[in-house]
């Protein structure tokens, strides 16, 4: 009876003899030591470097001079006064205004037509998602031999309506830019087609199925419950679409190089070609110009996608 009253409880011991954790000593192998190198590329090549646009932009900096002087708002006047930075920013906007809308537009079609998880489908969406990988200077240039007078696309045309078609797909001061503006929502609608299939495939097939019970129709359905419930895969492809076409530049460089006579010319081309001519103030201007458009834009934008998120709430 005393042996049984003495005996330890059942894993009294082996707590007991467990080491007990050492604290006020910072672990070695926390997470955060693993965003070290994140944070240093970060801080080296991105915030550096924002940091001396807003420096250099108010200075005389250029391949002509020694020295660098404070200039302070010279250049901006001068580039308001010569009227391509403002002409440029209007460019590049309608640019990015006709980009998100083809991107969006064909990325919400290509994801309704291939939601059905079948073996063609699955083929199509590899199909389509590969000029999202391709190098964009090389989709430019393949679209540039296409559309030549003497290209593909006109002989194709031609076989078709048993005529000779010479049409400058690239060649008119009114039309190129939309169709720049296709050529870039091409390469990049495989991306909003998988984001819209993500955002399909989280719709509850309970809520479908209740719409279809009241009678209501495909397009009534896609219209009242659907397009609503895609408000935050809309929200990041408008987004990206907006973002990445006003940073445009690799593609409308290859096509036209900006013309003709300046109808696609963006601001990244206009400062790249500030730049190679040696004035270097003035196209660090222009960088800060764009990135004011970007910031300005871009919160009003996402604020305003946001708010239609609320009927997920």
């Known amino acids: 009876m005393t042996a049984q009253l003495s005996r330890p409880r059942p894993g009294t011991a082996a707590r007991s003899s467990a080491p007990r954790p050492k604290t006020g000593r910072r672990r070695q ?36 001079k020694t020295k660098i002087n404070f200039a302070g708002l010279d250049n901006v006047a001068s580039l308001l006064q010569n009227g391509s930075l403002l002409a440029d920013l209007r460019t590049t906007l309608v640019y990015a205004v006709l980009v998100a809308v083809f991107q969006n537009l064909f990325g919400l079609i290509l994801a309704l037509v291939l939601e059905a998880d079948t073996r063609i ?145 963006l601001l990244n081309i206009f400062i790249f070609r500030t730049f190679g001519q040696g004035l270097f103030a003035q196209a660090t201007t222009m960088s800060l110009a764009l990135f004011l458009m970007v910031t300005i834009l871009a919160f009003p934008v996402i604020t305003f996608l946001r708010k239609r998120e609320d009927v997920l709430s």
């Open 121 to 265: 489908n699955r083929a199509a969406r590899v199909a389509f998602f590969v000029p999202v990988v391709m190098s964009a200077l090389a989709v430019g240039y393949i679209f540039r031999a296409v559309l030549k007078p003497d290209g593909v696309f006109n002989a194709i045309l031609g076989t078709i309506t048993g005529q000779h078609v010479d049409i400058a797909w690239l060649g008119s001061t009114t039309w190129t830019i939309v169709v720049v503006s296709l050529i870039h929502a091409w390469k990049w609608m495989g991306l909003s087609m998988l984001i819209y299939l993500a955002g399909l495939k989280t719709i509850s097939t309970d809520v479908l199925e209740a719409a279809r019970i009241d009678g209501a129709s495909w397009w009534r359905t896609l219209r009242a419950i659907r397009f609503p419930l895609l408000a935050p895969a809309i929200t990041f492809n408008v987004a990206t679409a907006l973002l990445g076409s006003m940073n445009g530049f690799d593609i409308v460089q290859a096509t036209t190089g900006g013309g003709p006579g300046g109808s696609t010319e």
């Open 29 to 64: 192998d926390h997470p955060a030591w693993f965003l070290i190198p994140a944070v240093a590329v970060l801080i080296v090549f991105f915030f550096i470097p924002t940091l001396f646009n807003f420096f250099y932009a108010f200075t005389d900096w250029s391949s002509f």
